[in-house]
Each structure stands twice: as structure tokens, then as C-alpha cells.
């Protein structure tokens, strides 16, 4: 065991966390061996740290957000379009590029019990959203003559069901040489009076840091390191879940070159003024998203003389990094921000309590505030019907469905 029995009492004691240690003797060796390991490696002074800030009134009143500038896609003229190009490919046929890709979820919501990454859109070739996604990276790869090093983040739940899901299908014929795996890092939950929870298996209950978490994920399991002896120096990070990603993008590569800057995303029109959407700006002069609970109905119905939004550039997850600009974000701590959810957990007792309303606090962060410690970075408004097909809920908006008919019109499937 890495730590001794008196070693977590002690730890739990001084931060007040016995209530951890309630079941103990109830447990198998092993879930003690994991619970051990939890309580040395969490850090209890953050936790609260993160619960004071639960506790506390997020003001946005003195931050000065200003529309940020953009590169619209379809408005550029040959000569620009052949300078970025000529930028974006020569990088990626130099090896220069990799891929990240968000996969850590499962697909619940969708009604699937695997990784999210596994689940079939109901395409006729009953391609899975992994299968759709090497497709676009294979494509570029023998387009560009290059084996573009694919990184893919799991998490402790899905981890395993992912790697055997690839090698079940010989990685999709792709080099196994150039697909990694690692795990996103994860959070204790607490309740609302600051005690972590007990999970059903009775060790911590934990919940994922959020996709800003994936800077410190790639430096602690070395991705970083691995993309630097590969010699690659980009990386566009984005979601398992947009089935018309452009994953391989030499347009957003040339133009964040030409622009001198370590950082781009992309961003579709907004729908309309009150999608919840997160939108770029400026914060206080630097990039980054303004979400949509903290922008005011003025500002986000605000056009400007061509009567377009001035705050209607929604981030959609598409992320453009350079790898010295990943490793200086992981170098940082990344704020968190709270979120009130339903959190079932054992009680001192041992008995399973399933609430009916929110009753615990889970921290994460965000990617898009890694923005906020870069200078400027160059956004590119694309189209939403050519990039964006996400699928999130199991009908509806953002379903299988629409993201189906999105794919297949794109790709004249009809």
C-alpha cells in the first residue's frame, strides 16, 4: 500500500474528511489499495480552496469585453487563401502537426454503454464517430504524404474500452505507432458543506477536471514530450463528439502562422442571439470566451451596420495550440469554475442516497480560458453546415439524427 492506514487518518483529520474513512472495514483489499492511492495523491488544500470559491459570487461587472477580429473562411481572396494554404501544408507535410482529440466521455445521454467515440451515428456503413474521424486524418496523411500523430484522451472509465475498441478494428488501418492514449484527470466532488463524497464502490467520488484539464493531462503523461521528439509543434485539440470536424486544417494553420501567434479556434455564426453558446471576445484586452450566462441580452442581440451580431462568433471546440503554448498553460493553474449537480453517494452508514436535487459541487476548467494567457490568436469563422455536427443528446437538437443528415448532406450521401 502507498500509504499507511495512520498516514490517511492523519491527512483526513487535518482537513477535516473522516467521513471518508466511514466504510473502511467494509472494503476489499484492493478498493483499500484505491482508496489509499486517492488520498495521496489528491491535494485536500485545493479542494478547499475550490469549495470557499463555491460559496462566492462570480461578478463579471468590471471585465471590459469588446467584439474580437476574425478571418471569415469563405470571404478570403485567392491570393490569401493560397498564402495560408501554402503555410498550413508545408508545416503539415514537414511533420510539424498532430492531432488531440477529447474522447473521455460516454455515450449515456445517446442510450450507448460504451465510449462515446464507439457510437454509431446510423450512417449506412455503420462507421462509429472514431472510425469518421481517422477517416479525415488517413485522407490527410496520404494527401500530404505524412503519418500525422493522433493523441487521444480517455478517461479512467472509458480508458480500456477504448483501446480494446481499437484494436478489435486494427486501428482502423491506420499506423498503431501514431495513435496514443491517455487519461484525463479528475476532481473529488463535495457536497454543500465542503465534505468530498463517498461513490457507491466506497472510495472518492470524482468527476472529471473538465477539457481545460488536458494541458496538464498531456504534460503528465507525456504527450508533450512525445510530440516534441516527433518534432511536431502544433496540435489542434477538439471533441470526440463533431462528426464534420476538420481535424487537419491547413487554411487555420497557415493563418495562425502568417498571424505570428501560438494559438486559433474556429467559430460559427451564432444562431440566433439567444443561443447558449460561449462566443469569442476580448476580455480586458486579451482573447477568450464570454459564455453565455455572463454576457447581458444587450450585448448579445448588438449588431453592427452590416446588421450582423458584434458578439456572435460561437466557440465550437476547435482548437489550435502551439505545443510551447500547451506546455507554458500546463505550467499554470487553469481557473475553475463550479457546477451544481445531482450527485448520488454512500452515507456514514453505508447507505446509497440518490438526492432529487443538486446536492454536490463538481470543479473544472475550461479550455477556452487557457486563451486569456496568450496575447492574441487568430479566429476563423467557417460554416456551420460544413464543420459542425455535434451529437450530444439522444433526440433533438444536436442528436444522431441532425448530425447525420448534416454528414451526409456535406458528403452528398443523400
Given at each position: 500500500?502507498?500509504?499507511?492506514?495512520?498516514?490517511?487518518?492523519?491527512?483526513?483529520?487535518?482537513?477535516?474528511?473522516?467521513?471518508?474513512?466511514?466504510?473502511?472495514?467494509?472494503?476489499?483489499?484492493?478498493?483499500?489499495?484505491?482508496?489509499?492511492?486517492?488520498?495521496?495523491?489528491?491535494?485536500?488544500?485545493?479542494?478547499?480552496?475550490?469549495?470557499?470559491?463555491?460559496?462566492?459570487?462570480?461578478?463579471?461587472?468590471?471585465?471590459?469585453?469588446?467584439?474580437?477580429?476574425?478571418?471569415?473562411?469563405?470571404?478570403?481572396?485567392?491570393?490569401?487563401?493560397?498564402?495560408?494554404?501554402?503555410?498550413?501544408?508545408?508545416?503539415?507535410?514537414?511533420?510539424?502537426?498532430?492531432?488531440?482529440?477529447?474522447?473521455?466521455?460516454?455515450?449515456?445521454?445517446?442510450?450507448?454503454?460504451?465510449?462515446?467515440?464507439?457510437?454509431?451515428?446510423?450512417?449506412?456503413?455503420?462507421?462509429?464517430?472514431?472510425?469518421?474521424?481517422?477517416?479525415?486524418?488517413?485522407?490527410?496523411?496520404?494527401?500530404?504524404?505524412?503519418?500525422?500523430?493522433?493523441?487521444?484522451?480517455?478517461?479512467?472509465?472509458?480508458?480500456?474500452?477504448?483501446?480494446?475498441?481499437?484494436?478489435?478494428?486494427?486501428?482502423?488501418?491506420?499506423?498503431?505507432?501514431?495513435?496514443?492514449?491517455?487519461?484525463?484527470?479528475?476532481?473529488?466532488?463535495?457536497?454543500?458543506?465542503?465534505?468530498?463524497?463517498?461513490?457507491?464502490?466506497?472510495?472518492?467520488?470524482?468527476?472529471?477536471?473538465?477539457?481545460?484539464?488536458?494541458?496538464?493531462?498531456?504534460?503528465?503523461?507525456?504527450?508533450?514530450?512525445?510530440?516534441?521528439?516527433?518534432?511536431?509543434?502544433?496540435?489542434?485539440?477538439?471533441?470526440?463528439?463533431?462528426?464534420?470536424?476538420?481535424?487537419?486544417?491547413?487554411?487555420?494553420?497557415?493563418?495562425?502562422?502568417?498571424?505570428?501567434?501560438?494559438?486559433?479556434?474556429?467559430?460559427?455564426?451564432?444562431?440566433?442571439?439567444?443561443?447558449?453558446?460561449?462566443?469569442?471576445?476580448?476580455?480586458?484586452?486579451?482573447?477568450?470566451?464570454?459564455?453565455?450566462?455572463?454576457?447581458?441580452?444587450?450585448?448579445?442581440?448588438?449588431?453592427?451596420?452590416?446588421?450582423?451580431?458584434?458578439?456572435?462568433?460561437?466557440?465550437?471546440?476547435?482548437?489550435?495550440?502551439?505545443?510551447?503554448?500547451?506546455?507554458?498553460?500546463?505550467?499554470?493553474?487553469?481557473?475553475?469554475?463550479?457546477?451544481?449537480?445531482?450527485?448520488?453517494?454512500?452515507?456514514?452508514?453505508?447507505?446509497?442516497?440518490?438526492?432529487?436535487?443538486?446536492?454536490?459541487?463538481?470543479?473544472?476548467?475550461?479550455?477556452?480560458?487557457?486563451?486569456?494567457m496568450l496575447n492574441d490568436m487568430t479566429i476563423l469563422?467557417?460554416?456551420?453546415?460544413?464543420?459542425?455536427?455535434?451529437?450530444?443528446?439522444?433526440?433533438?437538437?444536436?442528436?444522431?439524427?441532425?448530425?447525420?443528415?448534416?454528414?451526409?448532406?456535406?458528403?452528398?450521401?443523400?
Amino acid at each position: 500500500m502507498s500509504i499507511s492506514y495512520e498516514e490517511m487518518k492523519r491527512k483526513l483529520e487535518k482537513y477535516n474528511q473522516m467521513q471518508i474513512m466511514s466504510n473502511y472495514e467494509k472494503l476489499d483489499d484492493k478498493t483499500k489499495t484505491e482508496l489509499a492511492e486517492q488520498i495521496e495523491r489528491i491535494d485536500f488544500e485545493q479542494i478547499n480552496d475550490l469549495y470557499k470559491t463555491a460559496k462566492e459570487e462570480v461578478s463579471f461587472e468590471n471585465d471590459v469585453i469588446e467584439p474580437i477580429s476574425y478571418i471569415e473562411k469563405d470571404k478570403l481572396n485567392n491570393e490569401e487563401l493560397e498564402k495560408y494554404l501554402k503555410l498550413g501544408e508545408s508545416a503539415i507535410k514537414e511533420g510539424k502537426y498532430s492531432v488531440v482529440t477529447m474522447a473521455g466521455g460516454q455515450g449515456t445521454r445517446l442510450g450507448h454503454s460504451g465510449p462515446k467515440g464507439t457510437f454509431d451515428i446510423g450512417l449506412d456503413s455503420h462507421k462509429s464517430i472514431f472510425e469518421i474521424l481517422v477517416d479525415t486524418i488517413k485522407e490527410a496523411s496520404e494527401k500530404y504524404n505524412v503519418l500525422i500523430p493522433w493523441y487521444i484522451m480517455t478517461s479512467k472509465e472509458n480508458n480500456e474500452q477504448t483501446k480494446e475498441f481499437f484494436e478489435k478494428n486494427n486501428y482502423f488501418n491506420y499506423n498503431k505507432d501514431y495513435i496514443k492514449f491517455f487519461e484525463q484527470g479528475k476532481l473529488p466532488m463535495c457536497d454543500e458543506q465542503g465534505k468530498i463524497l463517498v461513490n457507491e464502490k466506497g472510495i472518492i467520488k470524482e468527476a472529471s477536471d473538465g477539457h481545460g484539464g488536458i494541458f496538464q493531462s498531456m504534460k503528465r503523461n507525456s504527450i508533450t514530450e512525445d510530440m516534441k521528439q516527433r518534432g511536431v509543434e502544433w496540435a489542434f485539440i477538439g471533441p470526440v463528439d463533431n462528426v464534420l470536424v476538420k481535424m487537419v486544417d491547413p487554411i487555420l494553420l497557415g493563418a495562425v502562422i502568417d498571424k505570428k501567434v501560438l494559438a486559433g479556434g474556429k467559430s460559427v455564426v451564432k444562431a440566433n442571439p439567444s443561443e447558449k453558446v460561449g462566443v469569442f471576445c476580448k476580455r480586458n484586452g486579451k482573447p477568450g470566451v464570454v459564455e453565455y450566462t455572463e454576457i447581458s441580452k444587450e450585448m448579445s442581440e448588438q449588431v453592427n451596420e452590416e446588421g450582423e451580431l458584434v458578439f456572435g462568433e460561437s466557440h465550437i471546440n476547435c482548437n489550435l495550440f502551439n505545443v510551447q503554448a500547451i506546455e507554458e498553460v500546463a505550467n499554470k493553474n487553469l481557473p475553475y469554475h463550479v457546477a451544481h449537480k445531482k450527485a448520488s453517494y454512500l452515507d456514514e452508514n453505508g447507505n446509497l442516497v440518490v438526492p432529487d436535487k443538486p446536492n454536490a459541487y463538481k470543479f473544472e476548467s475550461f479550455i477556452f480560458d487557457a486563451f486569456d494567457m496568450l496575447n492574441d490568436m487568430t479566429i476563423l469563422r467557417v460554416k456551420r453546415e460544413e464543420e459542425f455536427a455535434p451529437v450530444k443528446n439522444a433526440e433533438g437538437t444536436d442528436s444522431p439524427e441532425t448530425a447525420r443528415e448534416l454528414y451526409k448532406k456535406f458528403y452528398n450521401m443523400q
